[in-house]
């Protein structure tokens, strides 16, 4: 944990412009905060400075049904719009399971379960209102414009989602809404193995049924879970699956879905239609953090993700759960598999420098196991403190290099978030 110097809440743009002037002028760091759910040391304040927690600018600012559109500041939440919405017939689907801020996720480009049919923010951002480092005003897309889409120079917008604060603050955010389905059903099944599990994956897309969430929990994943929600769940290689759409086209998917599922050893299939029921069992898959701290009580958990090809996935998931047991680490894992994108949850005592240091030369491995498979390094964590070096192999040293230019170009005495992702 590294504390910045000064805290400070602005409640307007205008604070924030004239904050990060001063802070400009004095060449003092700044460091943009949201809710603090993120997972790769974004907002440690490595060299001090000044955080601007943005948690009391919580305007939704505008709303368009028509345009199934809205504007939020920094302070909204997803939980909060979503409520917001509710009696609209629209939703924010976007869902990374923390109940991040939206200016937060689209700084971090976080992405979550509905992914493999919404997208990740980056589609879902249409205009960025960003105070830049000298307090300048920025609107990425044209002040108060919201189009579908655009090709009217640089995209600005998607340089600015996922530049994790070091580019400027996103002081608000213009969102893509999306209908809600006219009916949603669950299923979770159990498999085999984790090749099983992952290889119907790969068939169901292939077999392109609309399916809106895959989410994958290894063995020691699903018992860790049912246990800690007091559910009932098999100790096996496990998915569970969420359609959206008509009624009449929900039967006709489900039956495929069962197909697939069955061919690839897929067992215990339970569809659940009802509300209370489809909520309990998300509510156990977003407990899963918890789920496997309970594994080792007083310990502590280190999450990271990598995101591969789906025609690789089948595979990567494979030699990382042999990579696991022989390390000898308590690592369960989950996924969001329908974008080729799983996380390992590793639990260890941080008073063991030998355990910390074989967690860490893991995280390198695995890293480094996803750039070979042709996938990247970070799905939807981001870069932040841990994973620079793994971005340049990534990138390479041009790419590196363009990287830095644009950060010079934007924030020339880099006072912007320093010390991450570059």
């Known amino acids: 944990c590294a504390p910045p110097d000064v805290v400070v809440w602005p409640q307007a743009v205008g604070q924030v412009q004239e904050l990060a002037a001063l802070c400009h002028h004095c060449r003092v760091p700044m460091v943009p905060f949201g809710t603090g759910t993120g997972l790769e040391g974004g907002v440690n304040a490595v060299q001090g400075g000044?955080?601007?927690?943005?948690?009391?600018?919580?305007?939704?600012?505008?709303?368009s049904l028509e345009d199934?559109?809205?504007?939020?500041?920094p302070g909204v939440t997803r939980k909060a719009l979503n409520k917001h919405l509710r009696g609209t017939g629209l939703w924010f689907p976007v869902d990374p399971g923390?109940?991040?801020?939206?200016?937060?996720?689209?700084?971090?480009?976080?992405?979550?379960?509905?992914?493999?049919?919404?997208?990740?923010?980056?589609?879902?951002?249409?205009?960025?209102?960003?105070?830049?480092s000298?307090?300048?005003?920025l609107h990425t897309a044209g002040p108060g414009r919201q189009p579908r889409k655009r090709a009217a120079g640089y995209d600005l917008t998607s340089l600015f989602v996922g530049s994790e604060g070091t580019l400027g603050f996103l002081t608000q955010a213009t969102l893509r809404l999306h209908p809600l389905p006219e009916a949603t059903a669950v299923t979770v099944a159990s498999f085999p193995s984790v090749g099983a599990a992952v290889a119907c994956t790969v068939?169901?897309?292939?077999?392109?049924?609309?399916?809106?969430?895959?989410?994958?929990?290894?063995?020691?994943?699903?018992?860790?879970?049912?246990?800690?929600?007091?559910?009932?769940v098999p100790v096996a290689a496990t998915l569970l699956l969420e359609l959206h759409g008509s009624r009449r086209s929900l039967a006709e998917q489900q039956q495929q879905m069962e197909e697939i599922m069955r061919q690839n050893g897929g067992s215990n299939l339970a569809w659940a239609e009802g509300l209370e029921e489809r909520e309990q069992l998300w509510s156990m898959r977003h407990n899963a953090w918890y789920a496997a701290l309970a594994l080792r009580p007083g310990c502590q958990g280190y999450s990271t993700d990598v995101c591969v090809p789906i025609s690789r996935l089948p595979d990567v998931v494979v030699e990382t759960k042999q990579d696991l047991?022989?390390?000898?680490?308590?690592g369960p894992m989950v996924g969001h598999v329908g974008d080729g994108n799983f996380h390992c949850i590793l639990i260890f005592n941080s008073q063991d420098p030998e355990?910390?240091?074989?967690?860490?030369?893991?995280?390198?491995?695995?890293?480094?196991?996803?750039?070979?498979?042709?996938?990247?390094?970070?799905?939807?964590?981001?870069?932040?403190?841990g994973k620079r070096a793994l971005l340049q192999e990534e990138l390479g040293q041009e790419g590196l290099d363009t990287l830095r230019s644009i950060k010079a170009a934007l924030d020339p005495h880099n006072l912007m978030n320093p010390g991450k992702v570059l």
């Open 203 to 232: 068939q169901v897309l292939q077999a392109a049924v609309p399916v809106a969430r895959i989410e994958f929990l290894d063995e020691v994943m699903a018992d860790a879970c049912g246990r800690f929600s007091g559910m009932e």
């Open 50 to 63: 000044v955080c601007f927690d943005l948690s009391r600018m919580d305007a939704i600012a505008e709303l």
């Open 355 to 385: 355990e910390s240091q074989r967690i860490h030369a893991f995280t390198q491995r695995l890293g480094r196991r996803a750039l070979a498979a042709g996938g990247t390094c970070t799905g939807e964590h981001g870069v932040g403190l």
């Open 98 to 132: 923390a109940d991040a801020s939206l200016c937060g996720m689209a700084a971090t480009g976080a992405s979550g379960t509905n992914a493999v049919r919404y997208g990740t923010m980056r589609p879902n951002v249409l205009n960025l209102r960003v105070v830049l």
């Open 325 to 330: 047991q022989a390390s000898g680490l308590t």
């Open 134 to 137: 000298d307090g300048r005003l």
């Open 68 to 73: 199934f559109s809205v504007t939020v500041e």
